[in-house]
């Protein structure tokens, strides 16, 4: 059975993927930058272990032998799941896999945002001083009402870490959760009662741009928006200018709309913005329990089990 990882993948998750996988898998690793040999690989590739690099009806239709797109994440949303279902191709996820990294990467950015950390790291490499008005705009966490926008694995994780750390945590989703560590509120009510406000949503039509202007009209002035979850969610030229004209304090942002970010986006210039390239996700244990959730699944695809984690 052959399987395609398309992405750039480190030396390290090279060799976890010749040390892990069976014998009767042959796994070839294909640069996202690569079309042309992606697009060779794939023509009789049985799977595909999908990242970031979107999934089109066309590179589907070229691989008249994919049986399977197994996403290394959660997020299915770079996938085209109609075209997967018309020939006949299944698709899983693995959720919880990298719910912890994810996690601490919004602690990171929560952290970074509230105390200016890629400003003054870049001062002090520059052997500038900070400026004395900017410590007038920075605090800590404890204090603080954090409002999670969905209550999935991650923010389960991140709520009884947050109120340890002396926050008061709110929550919103789809519907209250009775074992959830946190305070449930609408999305209205959250944004106007949180100084921190972090998203926890996958991108669909109905979460698309949610966060847009009339949303952050609603936040405290001086908030805080981190987004570890998908770039989709926000209205990135209301968030630009609410954070250039000061209306909020900072954010933490793990995901953009167009990724890589292009070397003119605005958020490159502002220096309230600490950015992560979509790489939350991203640790060698998270890699660890994604292979063997993916490589299980191709177990059971050769041998006609029922796949793990099916989402189409």
């Known amino acids: 059975m052959k399987a395609v990882l398309h992405h750039d993948a480190s030396p390290g998750f090279r060799e976890r993927i010749a ?40 590179a589907i239709r070229a691989a008249p032998g994919l049986r399977l797109i197994q996403k290394i994440g959660v997020g299915v949303n770079t996938i085209d799941l109609d075209a997967a279902s018309r020939h006949g191709v299944a698709v899983c996820n693995m959720p919880g896999t990298n719910s912890r990294a994810v996690a601490e990467m919004t602690l990171a950015l929560m952290l970074a945002a509230l105390r200016k950390v890629a400003r003054l790291d870049w ?37 009884p870490v947050l109120a340890a750390m002396g926050a008061r945590v709110l929550y919103t989703a789809t519907a209250p959760k009775p074992e959830a560590e946190a305070e449930w509120r609408d999305l209205p009510a959250l944004l106007r009662d949180s100084d921190i406000v972090s998203l926890h949503l996958p991108l669909t039509p109905a979460t698309e741009g949610m966060i847009d202007a009339e949303a952050i009209g609603r936040m405290k002035p001086g908030a805080v928006l981190v987004n570890t979850a998908r770039g989709g969610l926000v209205d990135e030229g209301a968030l630009v200018d609410a954070l250039a004209s000061g209306r909020l304090m900072a954010a933490g942002l793990d ?34 329990r994604s292979l063997h959730v993916a490589f299980e699944n191709c177990r059971r695809l050769r041998e006609g089990a029922d796949l793990l984690h099916r989402v189409a």
Not at 41 to 56: C, G, I, P, Q, S
């Open 255 to 288: 995901v953009t709309s167009i990724e890589p970010v292009p070397a003119g986006n605005p958020l490159l210039a502002l220096p309230n913005v600490a950015l992560t390239p979509h790489v939350a996700w991203l640790t060698p244990e998270t890699l660890d």
């Open 19 to 58: 040390g892990t996988a069976p014998d009767w898998l042959d796994v070839t690793v294909v640069s996202e930058t690569d079309p042309e040999t992606f697009a060779r690989e794939m023509a009789d590739a049985e799977v595909l272990l999908h990242v970031l690099e979107r999934v089109t009806a066309g």
């Open 123 to 159: 001062l002090t490499r520059e052997s500038r001083p900070p400026d004395p008005l900017a410590f007038d705009k920075v605090g800590e966490i404890a204090g603080r009402t954090v409002g999670l926008v969905g209550y999935g694995e991650v923010a389960r994780l991140l709520a």
